[in-house]
């Protein structure tokens, strides 16, 4: 019998070669598949909670309105997709704006894969009707609550509205200023209130207290136990008790001593507290250009000079540095771990972060 026609037999009119093929590929697939469902993790739904500066009654949020999401329980690695074509964000706690007015299923997305989804409702906000507690009105002004003599301090309207009016109380060297933000320098140590009116209406005022002061200055005074100075090559030479007396009434006279300056203590600066997860997405919103340097410095004690250890390295960066870094590199950079170290007043004073550089097709 020929070998070569038993190897080229044909079953139901295809070669025995391409059935043994076939055999083959169901066999290979069936095991993919029953080793997927075995290693399947069940998916257990996320609980967020969703915050905003305004009060909502109906469930619905507002356009360009500042969102809070947080992801509640362990989950740390955490993707959300806004379903409005924006860049995606990492982490527990994110923050978002949405700009037009629709239903957004918002996506969240753990790292073994599991999906939750998120509806949020969003209308277009009013021009001229802004539902706001008037009893609570620190929280509406971002800003610090104390500065120095001559530095300039910026607050910002946390609400949305049609018009805003910046006033100092008491104090009408300064001038009612306009616009959802405002700078001013105080000349003079004290207490300053700052006052907001929202769409110039009076039952739309917030204030915010601000202590200012002044620049430290060494005390005047004389030193005691004055030593005169007495030429190099006269220091060896032994004086008579005539000549002592001589010299002593011109060192009681001499003018121009110098003066060692005291010890000024430093004035103690408040920072706003600010959690490893929000900062961890404000650093996010940094990478996607969102955010300007301003907007860190109440939470951080040295503002742009704060120290940040990146990847672990012996040599420090500045927090100006990182942001130049990560600027609008969102395509680029990915974070990892973001840890905030504080002081006893619990104010951040030093930075540690992780990060890698992504490498061809963004991976």
Known sequence: MN????????????DSRVWWFMIGMI?????????????????????VTIKTIIHHNDGAYLTDEIISFNALG????????????TPKQEGKYVTHRFSEERKYNVKITNASGCETFQPVLVKKAPRTQIEIDSDN????????????????EKFFALV??????????????????????TKYVFSEPGDYTIELTLNNDRSKKFR?????????????GVTENIVPLIPPGQRNIRKTDAEQQKIEPLVEKQENTVV???????????????????????????????????DFNQYLFFEGATKVQVNGEKDFKTFTW???????????????TVQLLRDENENVFNIKIDYKKKGFLGL
């Open 3 to 14: 070998s070569n026609r038993i190897l080229t037999r044909k079953m139901m009119g295809l």
């Open 27 to 47: 066999i290979l697939s069936t095991g993919l598949l029953s080793y997927r469902l075995m290693d399947h993790e069940t998916c257990a739904p996320l609980q």
């Open 74 to 85: 362990d989950e740390k690695t955490l993707t959300w997709d806004f379903d409005d074509n």
């Open 137 to 152: 009105g620190e929280e509406k002004i971002s800003g610090h609550t104390t500065t120095l003599v001559g530095a300039e």
């Open 160 to 181: 949305k509205a049609d018009s805003y009016e910046w006033n100092v109380l008491q104090h009408p060297k300064y001038l009612p200023r306009k616009g959802d933000s």
């Open 208 to 220: 915010k207290m601000i202590h200012v002061d002044d620049i430290p200055r060494p005390k005047s």
């Open 260 to 294: 060692a300056p005291p010890k000024v203590e430093p004035v103690k600066r408040k920072t706003m507290f600010i959690s490893d997860e929000t900062f961890t997405s404000f650093l996010q919103s940094v990478l996607e250009g969102q955010k300007d340097i301003t």
């Open 322 to 336: 990182l942001y130049q870094e990560f600027k609008g590199k969102g395509k680029k950079i990915k974070l990892k």
